[in-house]
């Protein structure tokens, strides 16, 4: 018994071990970027092994960047991208799930297939498509571009309507005999025992949507109604960049995304859990 405890012990200590160390190495590219953007430019591209920290902290990098890109602008279109793609994602994929996972009309398995046909092919292929028709409304370099391709989720409808599925059949039929319509059945009782899909779905649109790269810079090509992610991407010259510049950019705009992990990190550690998910 004694060593069946001991061996029992070496083994949380071996796992315990090799987390941190697994931890460690995730955060050194963090740390890099943090170190970088308080070095020179011959520091930061200096071929040196030994040239970890810098000689002196630089802060002129953060405030080149602040002044130039105007930061406190990438924030709202970020931030406001974000709330506008969560709140569509959310009630769209809540209404279109509880539809496919408890009502029953034509067409029904058809529909959902075409559904789950989004998320086989990539991404990218909707992207003219989606381009023409915000074109087409005369919306480019506006709020409602940036919103536009989370509208609606295919994913989201998926999530939801595994979740609607799960719930038992005895709660909507003592609904329907105490006279409740499909409307209240849906958002008294139903939707509300779905929160745990709907925070998941949230947290994925929203580490989505702020890492989007390719959208904003297509739709937004003006920097002051771009995302924080495009504004990074033209930093990066054709024949140089400036990688001190550069990576306080990117330290700066990992502030919003630090900021709502801690306020909803018990929230984010829900949806993650409940969904098995990875981020």
């Known amino acids: 018994m004694h060593n069946t405890h001991t061996k029992d012990t070496v083994v949380r200590a071996v796992i315990h071990v090799i987390l941190i160390l697994m931890s460690v190495i995730m955060l050194v590219p963090f740390i890099w970027m943090a170190l970088t953007a308080f070095k020179t430019v011959s520091e930061s591209t200096s071929i040196d092994p030994f040239v970890i920290f810098p000689s002196s902290w630089e802060f002129d990098n953060f405030l080149t960047v602040w002044k130039d ?29 509880y539809a496919f996972g408890r009502l029953k009309f034509p067409c029904k398995n058809l529909l959902f297939t075409l559904i789950l046909m989004q998320m086989m092919v990539p991404s990218q292929i909707f992207l003219l498509p989606q381009y023409l028709m915000v074109s087409k409304m005369h919306l480019l370099n506006t709020q409602f571009a940036l919103v536009f391709p989370g509208i609606v989720t295919a994913f989201g409808t998926f999530l939801l309507k595994t979740s609607f599925q799960g719930l038992p059949k005895d709660l909507e039929e003592a609904a329907s005999i105490d006279g409740a319509n499909t409307g209240q059945r849906f958002l008294l009782v139903m939707a509300p025992l779905t929160r745990s899909g709907m925070v998941s779905l949230g947290i994925f649109t929203a580490v989505i949507a702020f890492k989007e790269l390719m959208w904003p810079m297509i739709a937004c090509s003006n920097v002051a109604t771009t995302s924080l992610s495009a504004a990074l991407a033209k930093l990066q010259g054709q024949f140089a960049t400036n990688y001190p510049q550069l990576m306080a950019a990117a330290l700066l705009a990992c502030i919003p995304m630090i900021v709502l992990y801690l306020i909803f990190q018990k929230q984010f550690v829900e949806g993650i859990a409940t969904s098995g998910g990875k981020l």
Do not use: E, P, S
Request: contains cysteine; glycine residues 4%; hydrophobic residues 60%.
């Open 69 to 97: 890109y105007n930061f406190l602008i990438l924030y709202k279109n970020t931030l406001l991208m974000i709330f506008f793609r969560v709140l569509c994602a959310v009630l769209t994929a809540t209404m279109a799930g």
